[in-house]
């Protein structure tokens, strides 16, 4: 048993969404939220800057004593995952875009993939569409100003549907069954996502299996918190305590 907290990293917002459901599923565990703010978004920045804020925000959380880390950020995983498990002693768990239960649960054959442009075009995705989606086509489509409208708080403009509509409406037109959401800030617009596609497109947001995968893992290394352990949750910024604000502020509605 541990009750040190679980740490959480993001760019930004976006992160809360994984935050969400690690409360759902270990209500029990503290955590400490990391949202970098001051350099969000990542998808556009050269990997080797993005790597620096990176290991600034690892460094942070292990400073905060924090047992396991998740990095609730697809760009960041994609960029440095690999290299933290190896140079850190705590566990680390990555996301993924959800395209293995996209492919295996597809009717149509064709399943939509909404990321940054990053991590379309990274190794790392082409990687996960070649193990997982064999025989499965798979259209890729950037969230272009998706990321920077969760960080203002504009989930469910005009400007923001227009937004979604251009990034979905090739998705639901090339007969898309399914859309995997492949950047953690793309959850605060599901609601928008599901009202374009329409109600025979799932929408799937992978955060429910990192809770699940967080929670396997400390099973794995004997860190579940005490049973009736009272959770503490804690935000910390790169962009300081206003911003650290606002994502406290913003969890509390979640």
């Given at each position: 048993?541990?009750?040190?907290?679980?740490?959480?990293?993001?760019?930004?917002?976006?992160?809360?969404?994984?935050?969400?459901?690690?409360?759902?599923?270990?209500?029990?565990?503290?955590?400490?939220?990391?949202?970098?703010g001051a350099h969000c978004p990542y998808g556009e920045k050269?990997?080797?800057?993005?790597?620096?804020?990176?290991?600034?925000?690892?460094?942070?959380?292990?400073?905060?004593?924090?047992?396991?880390?998740?990095?609730?950020?697809?760009?960041?995983?994609?960029?440095?995952?690999?290299?933290?498990?190896?140079?850190?002693?705590?566990?680390?768990?990555?996301?993924?875009?959800?395209?293995?239960?996209?492919?295996?649960?597809?009717?149509?054959?064709?399943?939509?993939?909404?990321?940054?442009?990053?991590?379309?075009?990274?190794?790392?995705?082409?990687?996960?569409?070649?193990?997982?989606?064999?025989?499965?086509?798979?259209?890729?489509?950037?969230?272009?100003?998706?990321?920077?409208?969760?960080?203002?708080?504009?989930?469910?403009?005009?400007?923001?549907?227009?937004?979604?509509?251009?990034?979905?409406?090739?998705?639901?037109?090339?007969?898309?069954?399914?859309?995997?959401?492949?950047?953690?800030?793309?959850?605060?617009?599901?609601?928008?996502?599901?009202?374009?596609?329409?109600?025979?497109?799932?929408?799937?947001?992978?955060?429910?299996?990192?809770?699940?995968?967080?929670?396997?893992?400390?099973?794995?290394?004997?860190?579940?918190?005490?049973?009736?352990?009272?959770?503490?949750?804690?935000?910390?910024?790169?962009?300081?305590?206003?911003?650290?604000?606002?994502?406290?502020?913003?969890a509390s509605r979640l």
């Amino acid at each position: 048993m541990d009750n040190s907290p679980i740490g959480v990293f993001d760019s930004g917002m976006g992160g809360l969404s994984v935050w969400r459901e690690l409360r759902k599923a270990l209500p029990e565990e503290s955590v400490v939220y990391y949202g970098d703010g001051a350099h969000c978004p990542y998808g556009e920045k050269p990997a080797e800057e993005v790597s620096g804020y990176i290991d600034d925000a690892v460094r942070t959380l292990l400073g905060a004593g924090t047992k396991l880390i998740v990095l609730a950020c697809n760009t960041a995983t994609m960029i440095a995952v690999k290299r933290l498990r190896a140079a850190y002693p705590v566990p680390f768990v990555g996301m993924e875009p959800a395209i293995k239960p996209a492919a295996a649960t597809t009717r149509s054959g064709i399943i939509g993939v909404l990321a940054t442009r990053a991590s379309l075009g990274s190794d790392w995705f082409g990687e996960l569409s070649g193990k997982y989606a064999a025989g499965v086509r798979i259209l890729p489509a950037v969230g272009e100003g998706f990321v920077e409208a969760v960080e203002r708080g504009e989930e469910n403009t005009p400007a923001v549907r227009q937004l979604v509509h251009r990034a979905v409406a090739p998705l639901v037109e090339a007969g898309a069954d399914r859309i995997v959401l492949g950047c953690t800030h793309y959850p605060f617009l599901a609601e928008v996502i599901a009202d374009e596609a329409g109600a025979a497109i799932e929408i799937i947001d992978p955060a429910p299996a990192i809770a699940r995968r967080t929670a396997s893992l400390l099973d794995r290394h004997g860190l579940r918190a005490e049973r009736g352990h009272v959770p503490v949750y804690t935000f910390l910024s790169a962009a300081g305590v206003p911003y650290a604000e606002r994502l406290r502020e913003r969890a509390s509605r979640l």
